[in-house]
């Protein structure tokens, strides 16, 4: 067993894999090492896959949305959903974990089950699940450690109703009321899942809005239609307090409400993990969040040392990671098989309804003080949709005034999350809002984008039907 690398990952998330995979293709001897018992990073034990998982199961063992067209609703009791949750969650994430781990053998990548350490001489050291410790050389080092929920002092984790986006996914009961604290994608997510299995949510921000990077439109309209569901948004409300008195497990509002959930899940932002690493002793710069500072090509402040994915901070999303990870290992090595960050990147929020966005919002577009057009296709009007019964959102488009070239998509409603990449690659293509002219599967939600392209036309000729 070689203990000289040409490339060592730290952490097998997406910006370790997918950069370690990289490397090891173009003939670099590569290893990981990853702490987890298995491979895969947040996305598969705690992030995108669980969660998206359960949002999947919750739909369907809830009759959402459809329930209205075919009348029929939640069919298990509460105890039996959870354990279908629980099962779904765990075969799915049992997948992708293998996948991630046949991806590492097949690219013969030597992977480590341990925790890693820097040493001050450069070298890493690792504390190796069987109990050995074991240290190996890189020429270059890629860490890829990802973040972790933030948890302020303020907070009582101790208190077992008090839970972060990881501990709430051993949830035991599907409680009767749940106090969110955090409206980013991870608290919005959450809140809708838990309102379709038909627990009493409130949602508390600190900010005006849900996700508060998505087009306002976009985001009043996700409140709207998560109220219609039955839950509760409590914006501009900084300060909240949570602890537990002799009258239960209290939230109190900076107006004074006390709320008195079964449950709280805080979910207001992550931190870089990067305890332990010894950082500081092999001179690599941290900012005052945990993140380490990088270059445009992932590279630290010591050259030989890279640092990709959420340990290096926002957008913190697994699509974004793995793409700065293969931009990373491409530089290490000059690989030049990709330089830069895609500047057109997609964000999914798999509420329910779901969220899509790509590109300018509109008030990005009007503080840019360029003339724009905006143009709104409803799914109410969308035959798919209506067949579905999915009749929720819109697609609405931001347009360039002068040469209609497509600016932005912001997409509300199923499958929200999958459509916004026919935008992306509008846009990236510098297509024109003239898509309505190309001939769509018909019927399709897809449609809705050349109906909302003919709206916009119709805003951009001053003469609106
Ligand atoms: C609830 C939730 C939902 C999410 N949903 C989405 C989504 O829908 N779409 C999306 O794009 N993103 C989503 N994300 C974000 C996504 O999970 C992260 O952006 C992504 O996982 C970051 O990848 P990474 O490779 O940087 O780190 P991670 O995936 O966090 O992987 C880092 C790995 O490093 C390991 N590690 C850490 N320290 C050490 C050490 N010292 N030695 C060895 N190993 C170590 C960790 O065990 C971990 O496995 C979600 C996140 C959460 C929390």
Redesign the pocket.
């Given at each position: 067993m070689t203990d000289a690398f040409d490339f060592v990952v730290?952490?097998?998330?997406?910006?370790?894999e997918k950069a370690a995979a990289m490397a090891a293709y173009f003939g670099k001897s590569v290893a990981v090492?990853?702490?987890?018992p298995r491979p895969g990073?947040?996305?598969v034990?705690?992030?995108?896959i669980p969660?998206?998982t359960l949002r999947e199961a919750a739909m369907y063992v809830s009759g959402f949305h459809r329930r209205e067209v075919y009348g029929v609703g939640l069919q298990l009791s509460t105890s039996e959903v959870l354990d279908v949750l629980r099962a779904r969650a765990h075969d799915v994430t049992s997948l992708v974990a293998d996948g991630v781990a046949a991806n590492l053998d097949r690219h013969r990548i030597e992977y480590i089950n341990?925790?890693?350490?820097l040493t001050p001489d450069g070298r890493v050291s690792i504390d190796v699940s069987d109990g050995s410790v074991r240290v190996v050389t890189a020429s270059k080092l890629l860490i890829?450690?990802?973040?972790r929920p933030f948890r302020p002092d303020t907070v009582p984790f101790d208190d077992p109703a008090v839970d972060d986006?990881d501990s709430i996914l051993s949830l035991e009961s599907i409680p009767a009321s749940l106090v969110v604290i955090g409206g980013g994608?991870?608290g919005t997510?959450y809140a809708s899942i838990v309102t379709a299995l038909g627990s009493e949510v409130t949602l508390v921000d600190a900010g005006p809005r849900l996700i508060p990077f998505a087009d306002e439109e976009i985001s009043e309209r996700l409140a709207a239609a998560l109220t219609d569901d039955g839950a509760r948004f409590i914006f501009n409300a900084p300060g909240t307090t949570i602890r537990r008195t002799e009258n239960g497990l209290e939230v109190g509002l900076p107006d004074g409400e006390i709320i008195y959930p079964e449950k709280v899940l805080f979910a207001a932002g992550r931190a870089g993990?990067v305890e332990?690493?010894g950082l500081g002793e092999a001179g690599i710069d941290v900012d005052n969040r945990g993140h380490i500072l990088v270059n445009e090509h992932f590279q630290s402040s010591q050259p030989d040392v890279y640092a990709?994915?959420?340990?290096v901070g926002p957008p913190?999303?697994?699509?974004v990671?793995a793409e700065q990870?293969r931009i990373a290992a491409s530089h290490a090595f000059g690989l030049h098989v990709v330089d830069e960050l895609d500047s057109l990147p997609t964000f999914?929020v798999?509420s329910m309804p779901e969220v899509g966005m790509v590109g300018l919002t509109e008030q990005a577009a009007k503080e840019a003080g360029d003339p724009y057009a905006v143009g709104r296709a409803f799914f109410a009007d969308n035959g798919r949709s209506r067949i579905a019964g999915t009749t929720t959102g819109l697609i609405k488009l931001v347009v360039c005034r002068d040469d209609k070239r497509l600016l932005g998509v912001h997409i509300l409603g199923e499958d929200a999350a999958e459509l916004v990449h026919i935008g992306q690659a509008a846009i990236h293509a510098k297509d024109d809002v003239e898509i309505i002219h190309t001939t769509f599967n018909t019927p399709t939600r897809s449609e809705a984008y050349k109906f909302a392209a003919y709206d916009a036309l119709q805003d951009i000729s001053g003469h609106r039907l």
């Open positions: 730290i952490g097998s998330g997406p910006a370790g090492i990853e702490r987890d990073g947040t996305v034990s705690r992030g995108g969660t998206k341990g925790s890693a350490s890829a450690t990802g973040s986006s994608p991870v997510e993990n332990g690493l990709a994915g959420d340990v913190a999303l697994a699509s990671s990870g999914g798999y």
